[in-house]
């Protein structure tokens, strides 16, 4: 499967934006998806996750509360909702596809092209 991401841009501390991120090709309700991001100096790190129906989202520690993953099957397309952000939410986001459940940069085979977030204080 093949990702485009887009939203990303600049934004004051405590507003929102929201990423999408489009899939290509069928079988897109297979893949459990999920949002990374990568600050400057760091390691790419886990954000959120939703399964196959979107019925189940799973969240990193850093964003819990503030972050909401959603999918629309036919539409292809996964969003991150995010709100009340922060100068440390600055990074380049990447949604990604896996065929599991998991946190783990390993389990995702699929990777987007990554788009800016950058929250000014």
Do not use: H
Request: hydrophobic residues 35%; charged residues 15%.
């Amino acid at each position: 499967v093949q990702l485009q991401a887009s939203g990303g841009g600049l934004v004051q501390a405590g507003g929102s934006l929201r990423l999408s991120c489009v899939a290509s090709g069928r079988m897109f309700s297979s893949y459990v998806m999920g949002w990374f991001r990568q600050a400057p100096g760091k390691e790419r790190e886990f954000v959120a996750g939703i399964n196959w129906s979107g019925g189940g989202a799973y969240y990193g520690d850093s964003v819990k509360g503030r972050f909401t993953i959603s999918r629309d099957n036919a539409k292809n397309t996964v969003y991150l909702q995010m709100n009340s952000l922060k100068p440390e939410d600055t990074a380049v986001y990447y949604c990604a596809a896996s065929r599991r459940v998991s946190r783990a940069l390993a389990d995702f085979g699929s990777w987007g092209q990554g788009t800016l977030v950058t929250v000014s204080s």
